[in-house]
């Protein structure tokens, strides 16, 4: 089975600094996984995703997310925040079984401090 | 390409009517999926699609929910005696094809709110 862990359910950055955002998956086959946004009341938009192709994945508004197997990790990252990135963000891993539905985590809100 | 489309965007009832939502994938996806998402949380599978058959359900999905996809293209959900456990955001996702490397798309979703 197919899970994924967010650490931290609410991230706060300066303005410019560094944005990190942690996922943990557990997947016992090579894990497909995404970085989702959400603004308020909307739908979740794809920042990135990772299938197996390289491991740095860039994405967009500047974001990307390295996999580590050795460190089972699909961290997101951005150098600089921006107010605009200020939202909420879902680390995902697709099933291998019929649907391949995803299978989301419980999210990272993110504030950026002006 | 327009999107996901959902309908309507919000909606409150009150407990014990039934409701019902729309979702309108984009045009060439085969498949569809329904989420819920309450708050401070991420999605939850309810049900998946391919074309107009409905491949799976979760546990999630008790007898008052009900999904459809006639024709392969729009999907509706029902939820009928509506409680108060059901406020939530019902997200609609399409994807193209087979596989796990695709990406979903999803709608702005329905919130309901049960009172």
């Known amino acids: 089975a197919q899970s994924v862990t967010q650490l931290g359910s609410h991230v706060s950055v300066s303005e410019g600094a560094l944005v990190l955002l942690r996922c943990n998956y557990s997947?016992?086959?090579?894990?497909?996984l995404f970085w989702y946004v959400q603004y308020p009341n909307q739908g979740l938009q794809l920042l990135l995703k990772?299938?197996?192709?390289?491991?740095l994945v860039k994405g967009i508004n500047g974001f990307e997310a390295e996999f580590k197997k050795s460190e089972t990790s699909f961290h997101l990252t951005k150098p600089s925040a921006h107010m605009s990135d200020a939202a909420e963000y879902f680390c995902?891993?697709?099933?291998?079984?019929?649907?391949?539905?995803?299978?989301f985590g419980t999210g990272t809100s993110l504030t950026v401090i002006p | 390409d327009t999107g996901v489309s959902q309908d309507p965007r919000h909606k409150i009832t009150k407990r014990g009517q039934n409701v019902t939502f729309r979702c309108d994938p984009i045009?060439?996806?085969?498949?569809l999926y329904w989420y819920r998402q309450t708050l401070g949380q991420g999605p939850e599978f309810l049900t998946y699609?391919?074309?107009?058959?409905?491949?799976?359900k979760s546990r999630l999905l008790s007898d008052r929910f009900s999904a459809e996809r006639p024709k392969g293209s729009f999907s509706t959900l029902e939820i009928q005696r509506t409680e108060q456990g059901d406020s939530a955001m019902y997200l609609c996702?399409?994807?193209?094809?087979?596989?796990?490397?695709?990406?979903?798309?999803f709608g702005q979703g329905t919130r309901l709110t049960v009172v």
């Open positions: 990772y299938t197996s192709a390289a491991t």
């Open positions: 995902a891993v697709r099933g291998t079984n019929t649907g391949n539905q995803f299978y």
């Open positions: 997947s016992s086959v090579p894990p497909y």
């Open positions: 045009s060439e996806h085969n498949r």
């Open positions: 699609f391919q074309n107009e058959a409905q491949l799976e």
């Open positions: 996702a399409s994807s193209y094809g087979g596989g796990e490397t695709g990406e979903a798309f």
